[in-house]
């Protein structure tokens, strides 16, 4: 069974951009955490989602 990192890289890009929103107001700069932490797995979503479509189409 091959381990599929992508679902979970863009359930965190949710999860930091909603903590980010839900944190403004008692931390100054989460929505810029937020933001970059949200960016960062997004990206490794679209590594993870790339490698897995290279391997499949491996004749």
Request: aromatic share 16%.
């Given at each position: 069974?091959?381990?599929?990192?992508?679902?979970?890289?863009?359930m965190?890009?949710?999860?930091?951009?909603?903590?980010?929103?839900?944190l403004?107001?008692?931390?100054?700069?989460?929505?810029?955490?937020?933001?970059?932490?949200?960016?960062?797995?997004?990206?490794?979503a679209?590594?993870f989602?790339?490698k897995?479509?290279?391997?499949s189409?491996?004749?």
């Open positions: 069974m091959s381990k599929n990192y992508t679902v979970a890289f863009l965190l890009f949710v999860a930091s951009i909603a903590g980010g929103l839900a403004k107001s008692v931390y100054e700069y989460s929505m810029l955490v937020g933001a970059g932490v949200g960016t960062l797995s997004l990206l490794f679209v590594y989602a790339s897995n479509y290279k391997k189409n491996v004749r």
